[in-house]
């Protein structure tokens, strides 16, 4: 398996976003949905909207088969809305 890691320029980080926001709006909510609330691509790829639950998202993690709940911040909220 190969090394990652984050993305620490914010500069970057704003291009992606742009990016995304312009070519692709389920790339740009997954993107998103990752960055706010740090889970895997594996754990975001089946979310379902009624996984939203008003202001948590409930998952079950697919790594470790723990069920999380991870409360939606502010900037999240907007873009799922």
Known sequence: MR??????ET??????????K???MRDYVMFMVG????????DILPLKKRDVLGTHIMIFEKK??????????????KVLD
């Open 11 to 20: 500069d970057w980080l704003e291009e992606f976003l742009n990016y995304f």
């Open 64 to 77: 470790t088969g723990n069920q999380k709940r991870i409360i939606i911040p502010r900037p999240l909220r």
């Open 3 to 8: 090394y990652v890691e984050p993305i620490r």
């Open 22 to 24: 312009k070519n692709n």
């Open 35 to 42: 960055i706010h609330t740090g889970l895997r691509i594996s």
